[in-house]
C-alpha cells in the first residue's frame, strides 16, 4: 500500500469513527453486501443517520482495502492510544501531502 492509499484508507475510518467501538454495528457493516446497502442495514438497527453514514464509509474501506486489513486499523485506533496514534499518522500525511505539492 503505497502513502496515498494509506492516505485514503485512513479517510474512510475517520468518517466511520461512530461506529468503532460497537462490535454489532461492524459486523452488520461487515456481512452488508455494498455500501448503501450497508447504510441501509445500520439506519434500520440504530435510527441514526451519522451512524448509518459512518457504517457506508466503512464498507467503503471494506470494498477498496478488505476486511484483513481494516480490522488491525480499527483495534489499533481502539486502543488507548488511538487517538494519539491517530494524530501522529495524520502529521505524518499532512506532510507527505505538503512533500508532493511542493
Not at 2 to 9: F, N, P, R, T
Not at 23 to 37: A, C, G, I, N
Amino acid at each position: 500500500m503505497d502513502e496515498w492509499a494509506a492516505i485514503e484508507l485512513i479517510g474512510f475510518l475517520i468518517r466511520s469513527k461512530a461506529i468503532w467501538k460497537n462490535p454489532k454495528l461492524l459486523k452488520l457493516v461487515e456481512d452488508s453486501s455494498s455500501p448503501t446497502q450497508a447504510f441501509k442495514n445500520v439506519f434500520k438497527a440504530t435510527g441514526s443517520q451519522k451512524k448509518a453514514k459512518a457504517g457506508r464509509w466503512y464498507a467503503c474501506a471494506i470494498r477498496d482495502y478488505g476486511k484483513n486489513s481494516l480490522g488491525t486499523l480499527v483495534a489499533i485506533l481502539q486502543s488507548p492510544q488511538g487517538v494519539e496514534k491517530l494524530e501522529e499518522l495524520l502529521a505524518q500525511t499532512t506532510s507527505l501531502k505538503m512533500g508532493q505539492e511542493e
